[in-house]
């Protein structure tokens, strides 16, 4: 994706107060994030671990989405898997719930999916980061697929949360 300064990434966010996107976190090395290879930009607040944040170009304009996990430690060493890139982790998936934009939002309505918890899924699709033995399923699709498939699942989820 195209690198983004922290003005893009604030204002891209569609599930939040305003002044919530100004204050929220922004990773501070945005320069040296490795851009040409995400499809998204995703990261955790280090000062609120149940918070994360997720940034994707979305019909050609940033679009971002603030994300709440429930890091409940039970099912956290199970194996479970990532439904946007379909990587599988021993307690490397959360479950993060994004609230609706606008008034379906207000009214408390959610979206919730199984993430990589570190949303690093661009960096495991291509093999850049490695979740462990058995991550990957054996499967016949290309990179260009899978990374297709990624983009799919998360625009899908874009589409949910803002529709
Ligand atoms: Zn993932």
Redesign the pocket.
């Known amino acids: 994706m195209r690198p983004l300064t922290e003005q893009e990434i604030r204002t891209a966010f569609v599930n939040c107060t305003k002044g919530e996107a100004k204050r929220l976190h922004v990773p501070r090395d945005l320069a040296e994030r490795p851009w040409d290879d995400l499809d998204f930009l995703g990261w955790r607040d280090p000062q609120a671990p149940g918070r994360a944040y997720l940034v994707a170009a979305w019909d050609g304009r940033p679009v971002g989405v603030q994300l709440r996990s429930s890091d409940a430690g039970s099912w956290q060493t199970r194996r479970s898997m990532?439904s946007?890139?379909v990587?599988t982790h021993t307690g490397g998936v959360s479950l993060l719930v994004a609230p609706r934009s606008g008034k379906a939002g207000q009214q408390g309505n959610s979206v919730g999916a199984y993430?990589?918890s570190d949303l690093a899924?661009s960096l495991?699709v291509r093999g850049k980061k490695d979740a462990g033995i058995g991550a990957r399923l054996h499967e016949s699709l290309t990179l260009e697929e899978k990374i297709r498939r990624t983009v799919a699942n998360l625009s899908a989820f874009i589409a949910k949360v803002t529709e």
Do not use: E, I, L, R
């Open positions: 990532c946007m890139c990587t993430m990589c899924c495991y």
